[in-house]
Each structure stands twice: as structure tokens, then as C-alpha cells.
């Protein structure tokens, strides 16, 4: 094999699982292919209090895989995520899994962690949002974003290490909170 075959192995995408949603992911040094507890709590969640008629957005799409189960679940969703590449790739989730994502590269409240350029985003306040559900998945916006009162059910995973933790969430949101609870990767995972 010459310099310029291995080049090629090293650097192409892989395709990995992560709780049953297939992913492109360019993370060549991960020690797994196959990860079925992923996000397990935010999409349980989402299954138990999101109805299959009801419109859903997301802020923060990360990978898709959110998306991807939500979409499964209702037909379609909205996702709103401040980075240029994660968009490319919850696009690209979308295709490998044959669902229909609406992706809006946008900024919705402040960006306090993105994975990746957000130069470019556009900017949308959370009063102009719209839908029967909102999941917030956003490294620490949660607290800029929140209490959302124009939706009827607002799922949040809290982040603690960005100012986001779960007494944080529960007391930005209007009305009677649940803390379903803890998140494999982040936080907790609450419902109003």
C-alpha cells in the first residue's frame, strides 16, 4: 500500500451507530464503531412525551441523531444549529437515514460552545419560534433560551459544566417541571 492509499484510509469518514442512527464521523481515533446508549435518555424521553402528530424543533442539532429519532418518530423536524459543519453533517444524517430534517443554520440565544464556524449563522430569537414541542439540546444556551412559553412541552439536557445545570433549567422554565433524569454524556434531562 503507498503513502497515498493510506492517506486516504486515515483520513475518510467512518460510519458509526450511535443509539441505532447511522452517522458519518470523523473521529478516526474513537475506540468504537457501535454506541447504543447514546443521548438514551433525551430520546426515551422524546418518545414518551412527543405525539407523532406533533411539529418539533431542536435547538442544537449536534450529529442528528436527536433529529433522526425524532423524525422516525413524527415525519419531520426542524433543527436549528449555530455551526457550518455540524450542519453538513446532520444533512448527511439525514441522507444515511433516509428522514426528512429541516436544517436552519441559525444561533438561537448565545453560542457558548459550538463544534465548529458560526460565522455565518443567522439569528433567531426564541420568541419567533414555533412548533407543539421544543427540545434543547445547546451546550449552555438553554439558560438564554428558555422558559418558551409558546410551546406545550419543552424537553431540556441540562449542561452543567456550561452554567446550564438542572436547578438552572427547572427555574428559567414557566410551570410544573419533571426531572426524568440523568443523561449518559451531560446532565439531567427535563420536561415541562
Known amino acids: 500500500m503507498g503513502l497515498r492509499e493510506v492517506y486516504t484510509l486515515l483520513t475518510k469518514p467512518k460510519l458509526r451507530v450511535y443509539n441505532g442512527v447511522a ?25 414518551r412525551y412527543v405525539n407523532p402528530d406533533d411539529e418539533v424543533i431542536t435547538i442544537g442539532g449536534g450529529n442528528g441523531v436527536l433529529e433522526t429519532h425524532v423524525a422516525r418518530h ?25 428522514v ?10 448565545n453560542v457558548y460552545e459550538a463544534y465548529g464556524t458560526v460565522d455565518d449563522a443567522t439569528t433567531v430569537q426564541a420568541d419567533e419560534l414555533s412548533a407543539n414541542v421544543a427540545i434543547l439540546d445547546c451546550e449552555g444556551a438553554e439558560t438564554d433560551i428558555l422558559p418558551l412559553p409558546q410551546f406545550d412541552t419543552v424537553i431540556v439536557e441540562t449542561h452543567p459544566e456550561f452554567g446550564a445545570g438542572t436547578k438552572d433549567i427547572v427555574d428559567k422554565l414557566d410551570g410544573e417541571t419533571s426531572v426524568v433524569g440523568p443523561d449518559e454524556i451531560n446532565g439531567d434531562v427535563v420536561v415541562r
Do not use: C, F
Request: no cysteine; hydrophobic share 35%; charged share 25%.
Open 23 to 47: 452517522v458519518r464521523n470523523r473521529k478516526l481515533t474513537a475506540p468504537d464503531d457501535h454506541y447504543p446508549q447514546h443521548k438514551q435518555q433525551l430520546i426515551e424521553t422524546m418518545y
Open 74 to 98: 413524527t415525519g419531520s423536524v426542524i433543527t436549528y444549529e449555530a455551526a457550518r459543519e455540524m450542519v453538513d453533517v446532520i444533512n448527511e444524517t439525514a441522507r444515511l437515514n433516509r
Open 100 to 109: 426528512a430534517i429541516d436544517v436552519r443554520h441559525a444561533i438561537v440565544g
